[in-house]
C-alpha cells in the first residue's frame, strides 16, 4: 500500500514492522485492508480518491452522507467484479473448457466411457452454476444492473441446455444427459421467471453500515488533513450574517426550497444561488439568521418562480403541499415546480440503487389522502413498500448540473412535445419536471 503522504509503497511486513507507518517518511496509515472483511477492503490511497472524486478534484463541497454513497457505490462495484456475478455470460462461456477437461480426467481416472462419464459431470457443473446465477439474481449486495443480466443468464443456460445440450445427448444416446438437459433447462426458465417476479421486492442493502462508515472517517480525519471540502453539520451560528439593507432592497427571480438543510448547505456552500440569481432555503427555515429577511424579498416579487427540491421519500412529498401554506406561497399566480424526484423517474432505472426502511413504509401509509392521490398505484406501492432514493446519492457536481439543467428548462411554463416539463395539477399550478438525472 502507497503512503499518500510520501508515495513510498509498504508492503505488509514494512506496515506491522514500523507500527502501521510509513517505513519512509513515519506517516501513520488510516487502514489496514489485510484486517478487515474482503468485500471491504480499504486502503489510504483509495480512500483518498474517494475524496478527489467527490469534491471534483477538490473543487466542490460535498456532504459526509455524499462521500458514504461514494464508497458504497465503489465497494459494490468491486464486489462484483471479483465475483461469479459480473458479466456472468461470458464466465459461463469460459466454464466449458475446465467442464470438458473435468470430463475427461474423470473417464480416464476412473476408467470409464467419456460416454457415461461426461454427461454426469456436465450435469453436476451445469446444476451448480444454474444455482449459482440464480442467488445472485436475488442478491441485494448486487446492483438492479448485475441482477438483470444475471436473469439474462439464466435464459441462456435454458436455451444452451435445451437447444443444445438435449440434441447432443440424443445424438450421443446418453439418458443421463438426456434427462438433465431437459429438466435443468425447465428449472433454469423457470428460475429466470421467478427471480424477474421477486425482482420488485428486492432491495439495494448497504455493504457497509453508516456506523461503520463514521468510524473509517473519524479514524482519517484524526490522521490525515480532512479535506476543506467537506461539509460539516448544518448549525446556525455558522452562516454568513445578515444582508445588508440595500440589498434587501432587491428580489430574486426564483428560490428553491429543499426538504434537507444538508441540500441548501451544498448548494449555497458551492454558489449555486449566485450563479443562478436565486434564494435557497428549506422547508423548516434554513438559513436561520436570513430566512425572515429572504422570505420579505422574495414575496416582493410577483413573478417568482417556487423550486421545490426533495428526496424521494414520503416526507420529501409533503414539501409541495406545505409551499401553498399562508406563510409560504399561497398566490396560486406564483409557480411551484417540482424538481425533486419522483418514483416514477427512477422505478425502472436499473442503475439507480433503491434502499428501502420500515420507518418510511410507515410514512408513505399516513400521507394524506391528496398527496397519495397525486401517485400512481406503481408509485404508491413503491412507496409503501419502505422504498426511498436521497438527493445525497448523486455526487454533487451532477446533483448542481441536473438542478441548474432543470431551471434552464422551466424558463417557459408549457407543455412542449419532447420536453420534460408537464402541468401536474392545474389549481394551484404545480409543475414537475419528468426526468431526473
Known amino acids: 500500500m502507497k503512503c499518500i503522504s510520501c508515495g513510498t509503497d509498504n508492503n505488509l511486513k514494512d ?3 514500523n507500527m502501521g507507518r510509513c517505513k519512509s517518511c513515519n506517516h501513520p496509515f488510516a487502514f489496514e485492508p489485510t484486517a478487515m472483511p474482503t468485500n471491504t477492503k480499504l486502503t ?6 474517494l475524496i478527489i472524486d467527490i ?21 459494490r462495484s468491486r464486489f462484483i467484479r471479483a465475483g461469479f456475478a459480473a458479466n456472468p455470460i461470458p464466465v459461463i462461456g469460459c466454464s466449458a473448457f475446465p467442464i470438458i477437461f473435468a470430463s475427461f480426467w474423470a473417464s480416464g481416472f476412473f476408467n470409464l466411457s467419456p460416454n457415461f462419464v461426461a454427461p454426469i459431470v456436465v450435469s453436476i457443473a451445469a446444476t451448480a452454476i444454474v444455482w449459482l446465477v440464480s442467488q445472485n439474481a436475488l442478491s441485494p449486495q448486487l446492483n438492479r444492473r448485475t441482477r438483470q443480466e444475471n436473469i439474462t443468464a439464466l435464459k441462456v443456460l435454458a436455451g444452451i441446455l435445451l437447444l443444445a445440450g438435449l440434441p447432443v445427448s440424443i445424438i450421443i444416446k446418453t439418458p443421463i444427459g438426456i434427462i438433465f438437459s431437459i429438466g435443468l433447462g425447465i428449472a433454469a426458465a423457470w428460475l429466470s421467471w421467478d427471480c424477474q417476479r421477486q425482482q420488485s421486492q428486492i432491495f439495494d442493502k448497504f455493504l457497509i453500515e453508516k456506523t461503520q462508515f463514521d468510524t473509517w472517517l473519524d479514524r482519517w480525519m484524526s490522521i490525515n488533513n480532512l479535506s476543506e471540502k467537506m461539509l460539516p453539520l448544518p448549525l446556525a451560528n455558522g ?3 445578515a444582508p445588508n439593507p440595500q440589498v434587501t432592497a432587491y428580489s430574486f427571480d426564483r428560490v428553491v426550497v429543499c426538504d434537507k438543510s444538508s441540500i441548501a448547505q451544498l448548494l449555497i456552500s458551492n454558489n449555486f444561488h449566485f450563479e443562478n440569481n436565486c434564494a435557497i432555503l428549506t422547508i423548516d427555515g434554513y438559513p436561520q439568521n ?12 410577483p413573478d417568482l418562480k417556487v423550486y421545490a427540491l426533495h428526496n424521494c421519500s414520503p416526507s420529501g412529498f409533503k414539501l409541495i403541499s406545505r409551499l401553498r401554506e399562508e406563510t409560504w406561497f399561497p398566490n396560486p399566480a406564483i409557480p411551484i415546480i417540482d424538481v425533486g424526484i419522483l418514483p416514477r423517474q427512477i422505478m425502472d432505472n436499473i442503475d439507480v440503487m433503491t434502499p428501502q426502511s420500515r420507518s418510511s413504509a410507515r410514512t ?22 419502505g ?11 451532477k446533483l448542481i448540473q441536473i438542478l441548474h439543467r432543470a431551471i434552464n428548462e422551466s424558463r ?6 419532447g420536453g420534460d416539463m408537464v402541468i401536474i395539477d392545474s389549481s394551484p399550478v404545480f409543475y414537475a419536471v419528468e426526468s431526473f438525472g
Open 15 to 17: 506496515r506491522t514492522g
Open 44 to 49: 489510504d490511497p483509495f480512500f483518498a480518491k
Open 55 to 75: 469534491s471534483a478534484n477538490n473543487t466542490l463541497f460535498f456532504t459526509p452522507r455524499q462521500l458514504y454513497y461514494l464508497l458504497d457505490k465503489r465497494l
Open 239 to 241: 452562516l454568513p450574517a
Open 290 to 301: 436570513i430566512f425572515a429577511t429572504t422570505m420579505e424579498m422574495l414575496h416582493r416579487n
Open 364 to 385: 408513505s401509509q399516513q400521507l394524506p389522502p391528496d398527496i397519495r392521490a397525486s401517485l400512481n398505484p406503481e408509485e404508491l406501492a413503491w412507496l409503501d413498500a
Open 387 to 397: 422504498c426511498y432514493l436521497e438527493l445525497e446519492s448523486f455526487p454533487p457536481q
Open 412 to 417: 417557459e411554463l408549457a407543455v412542449i412535445e
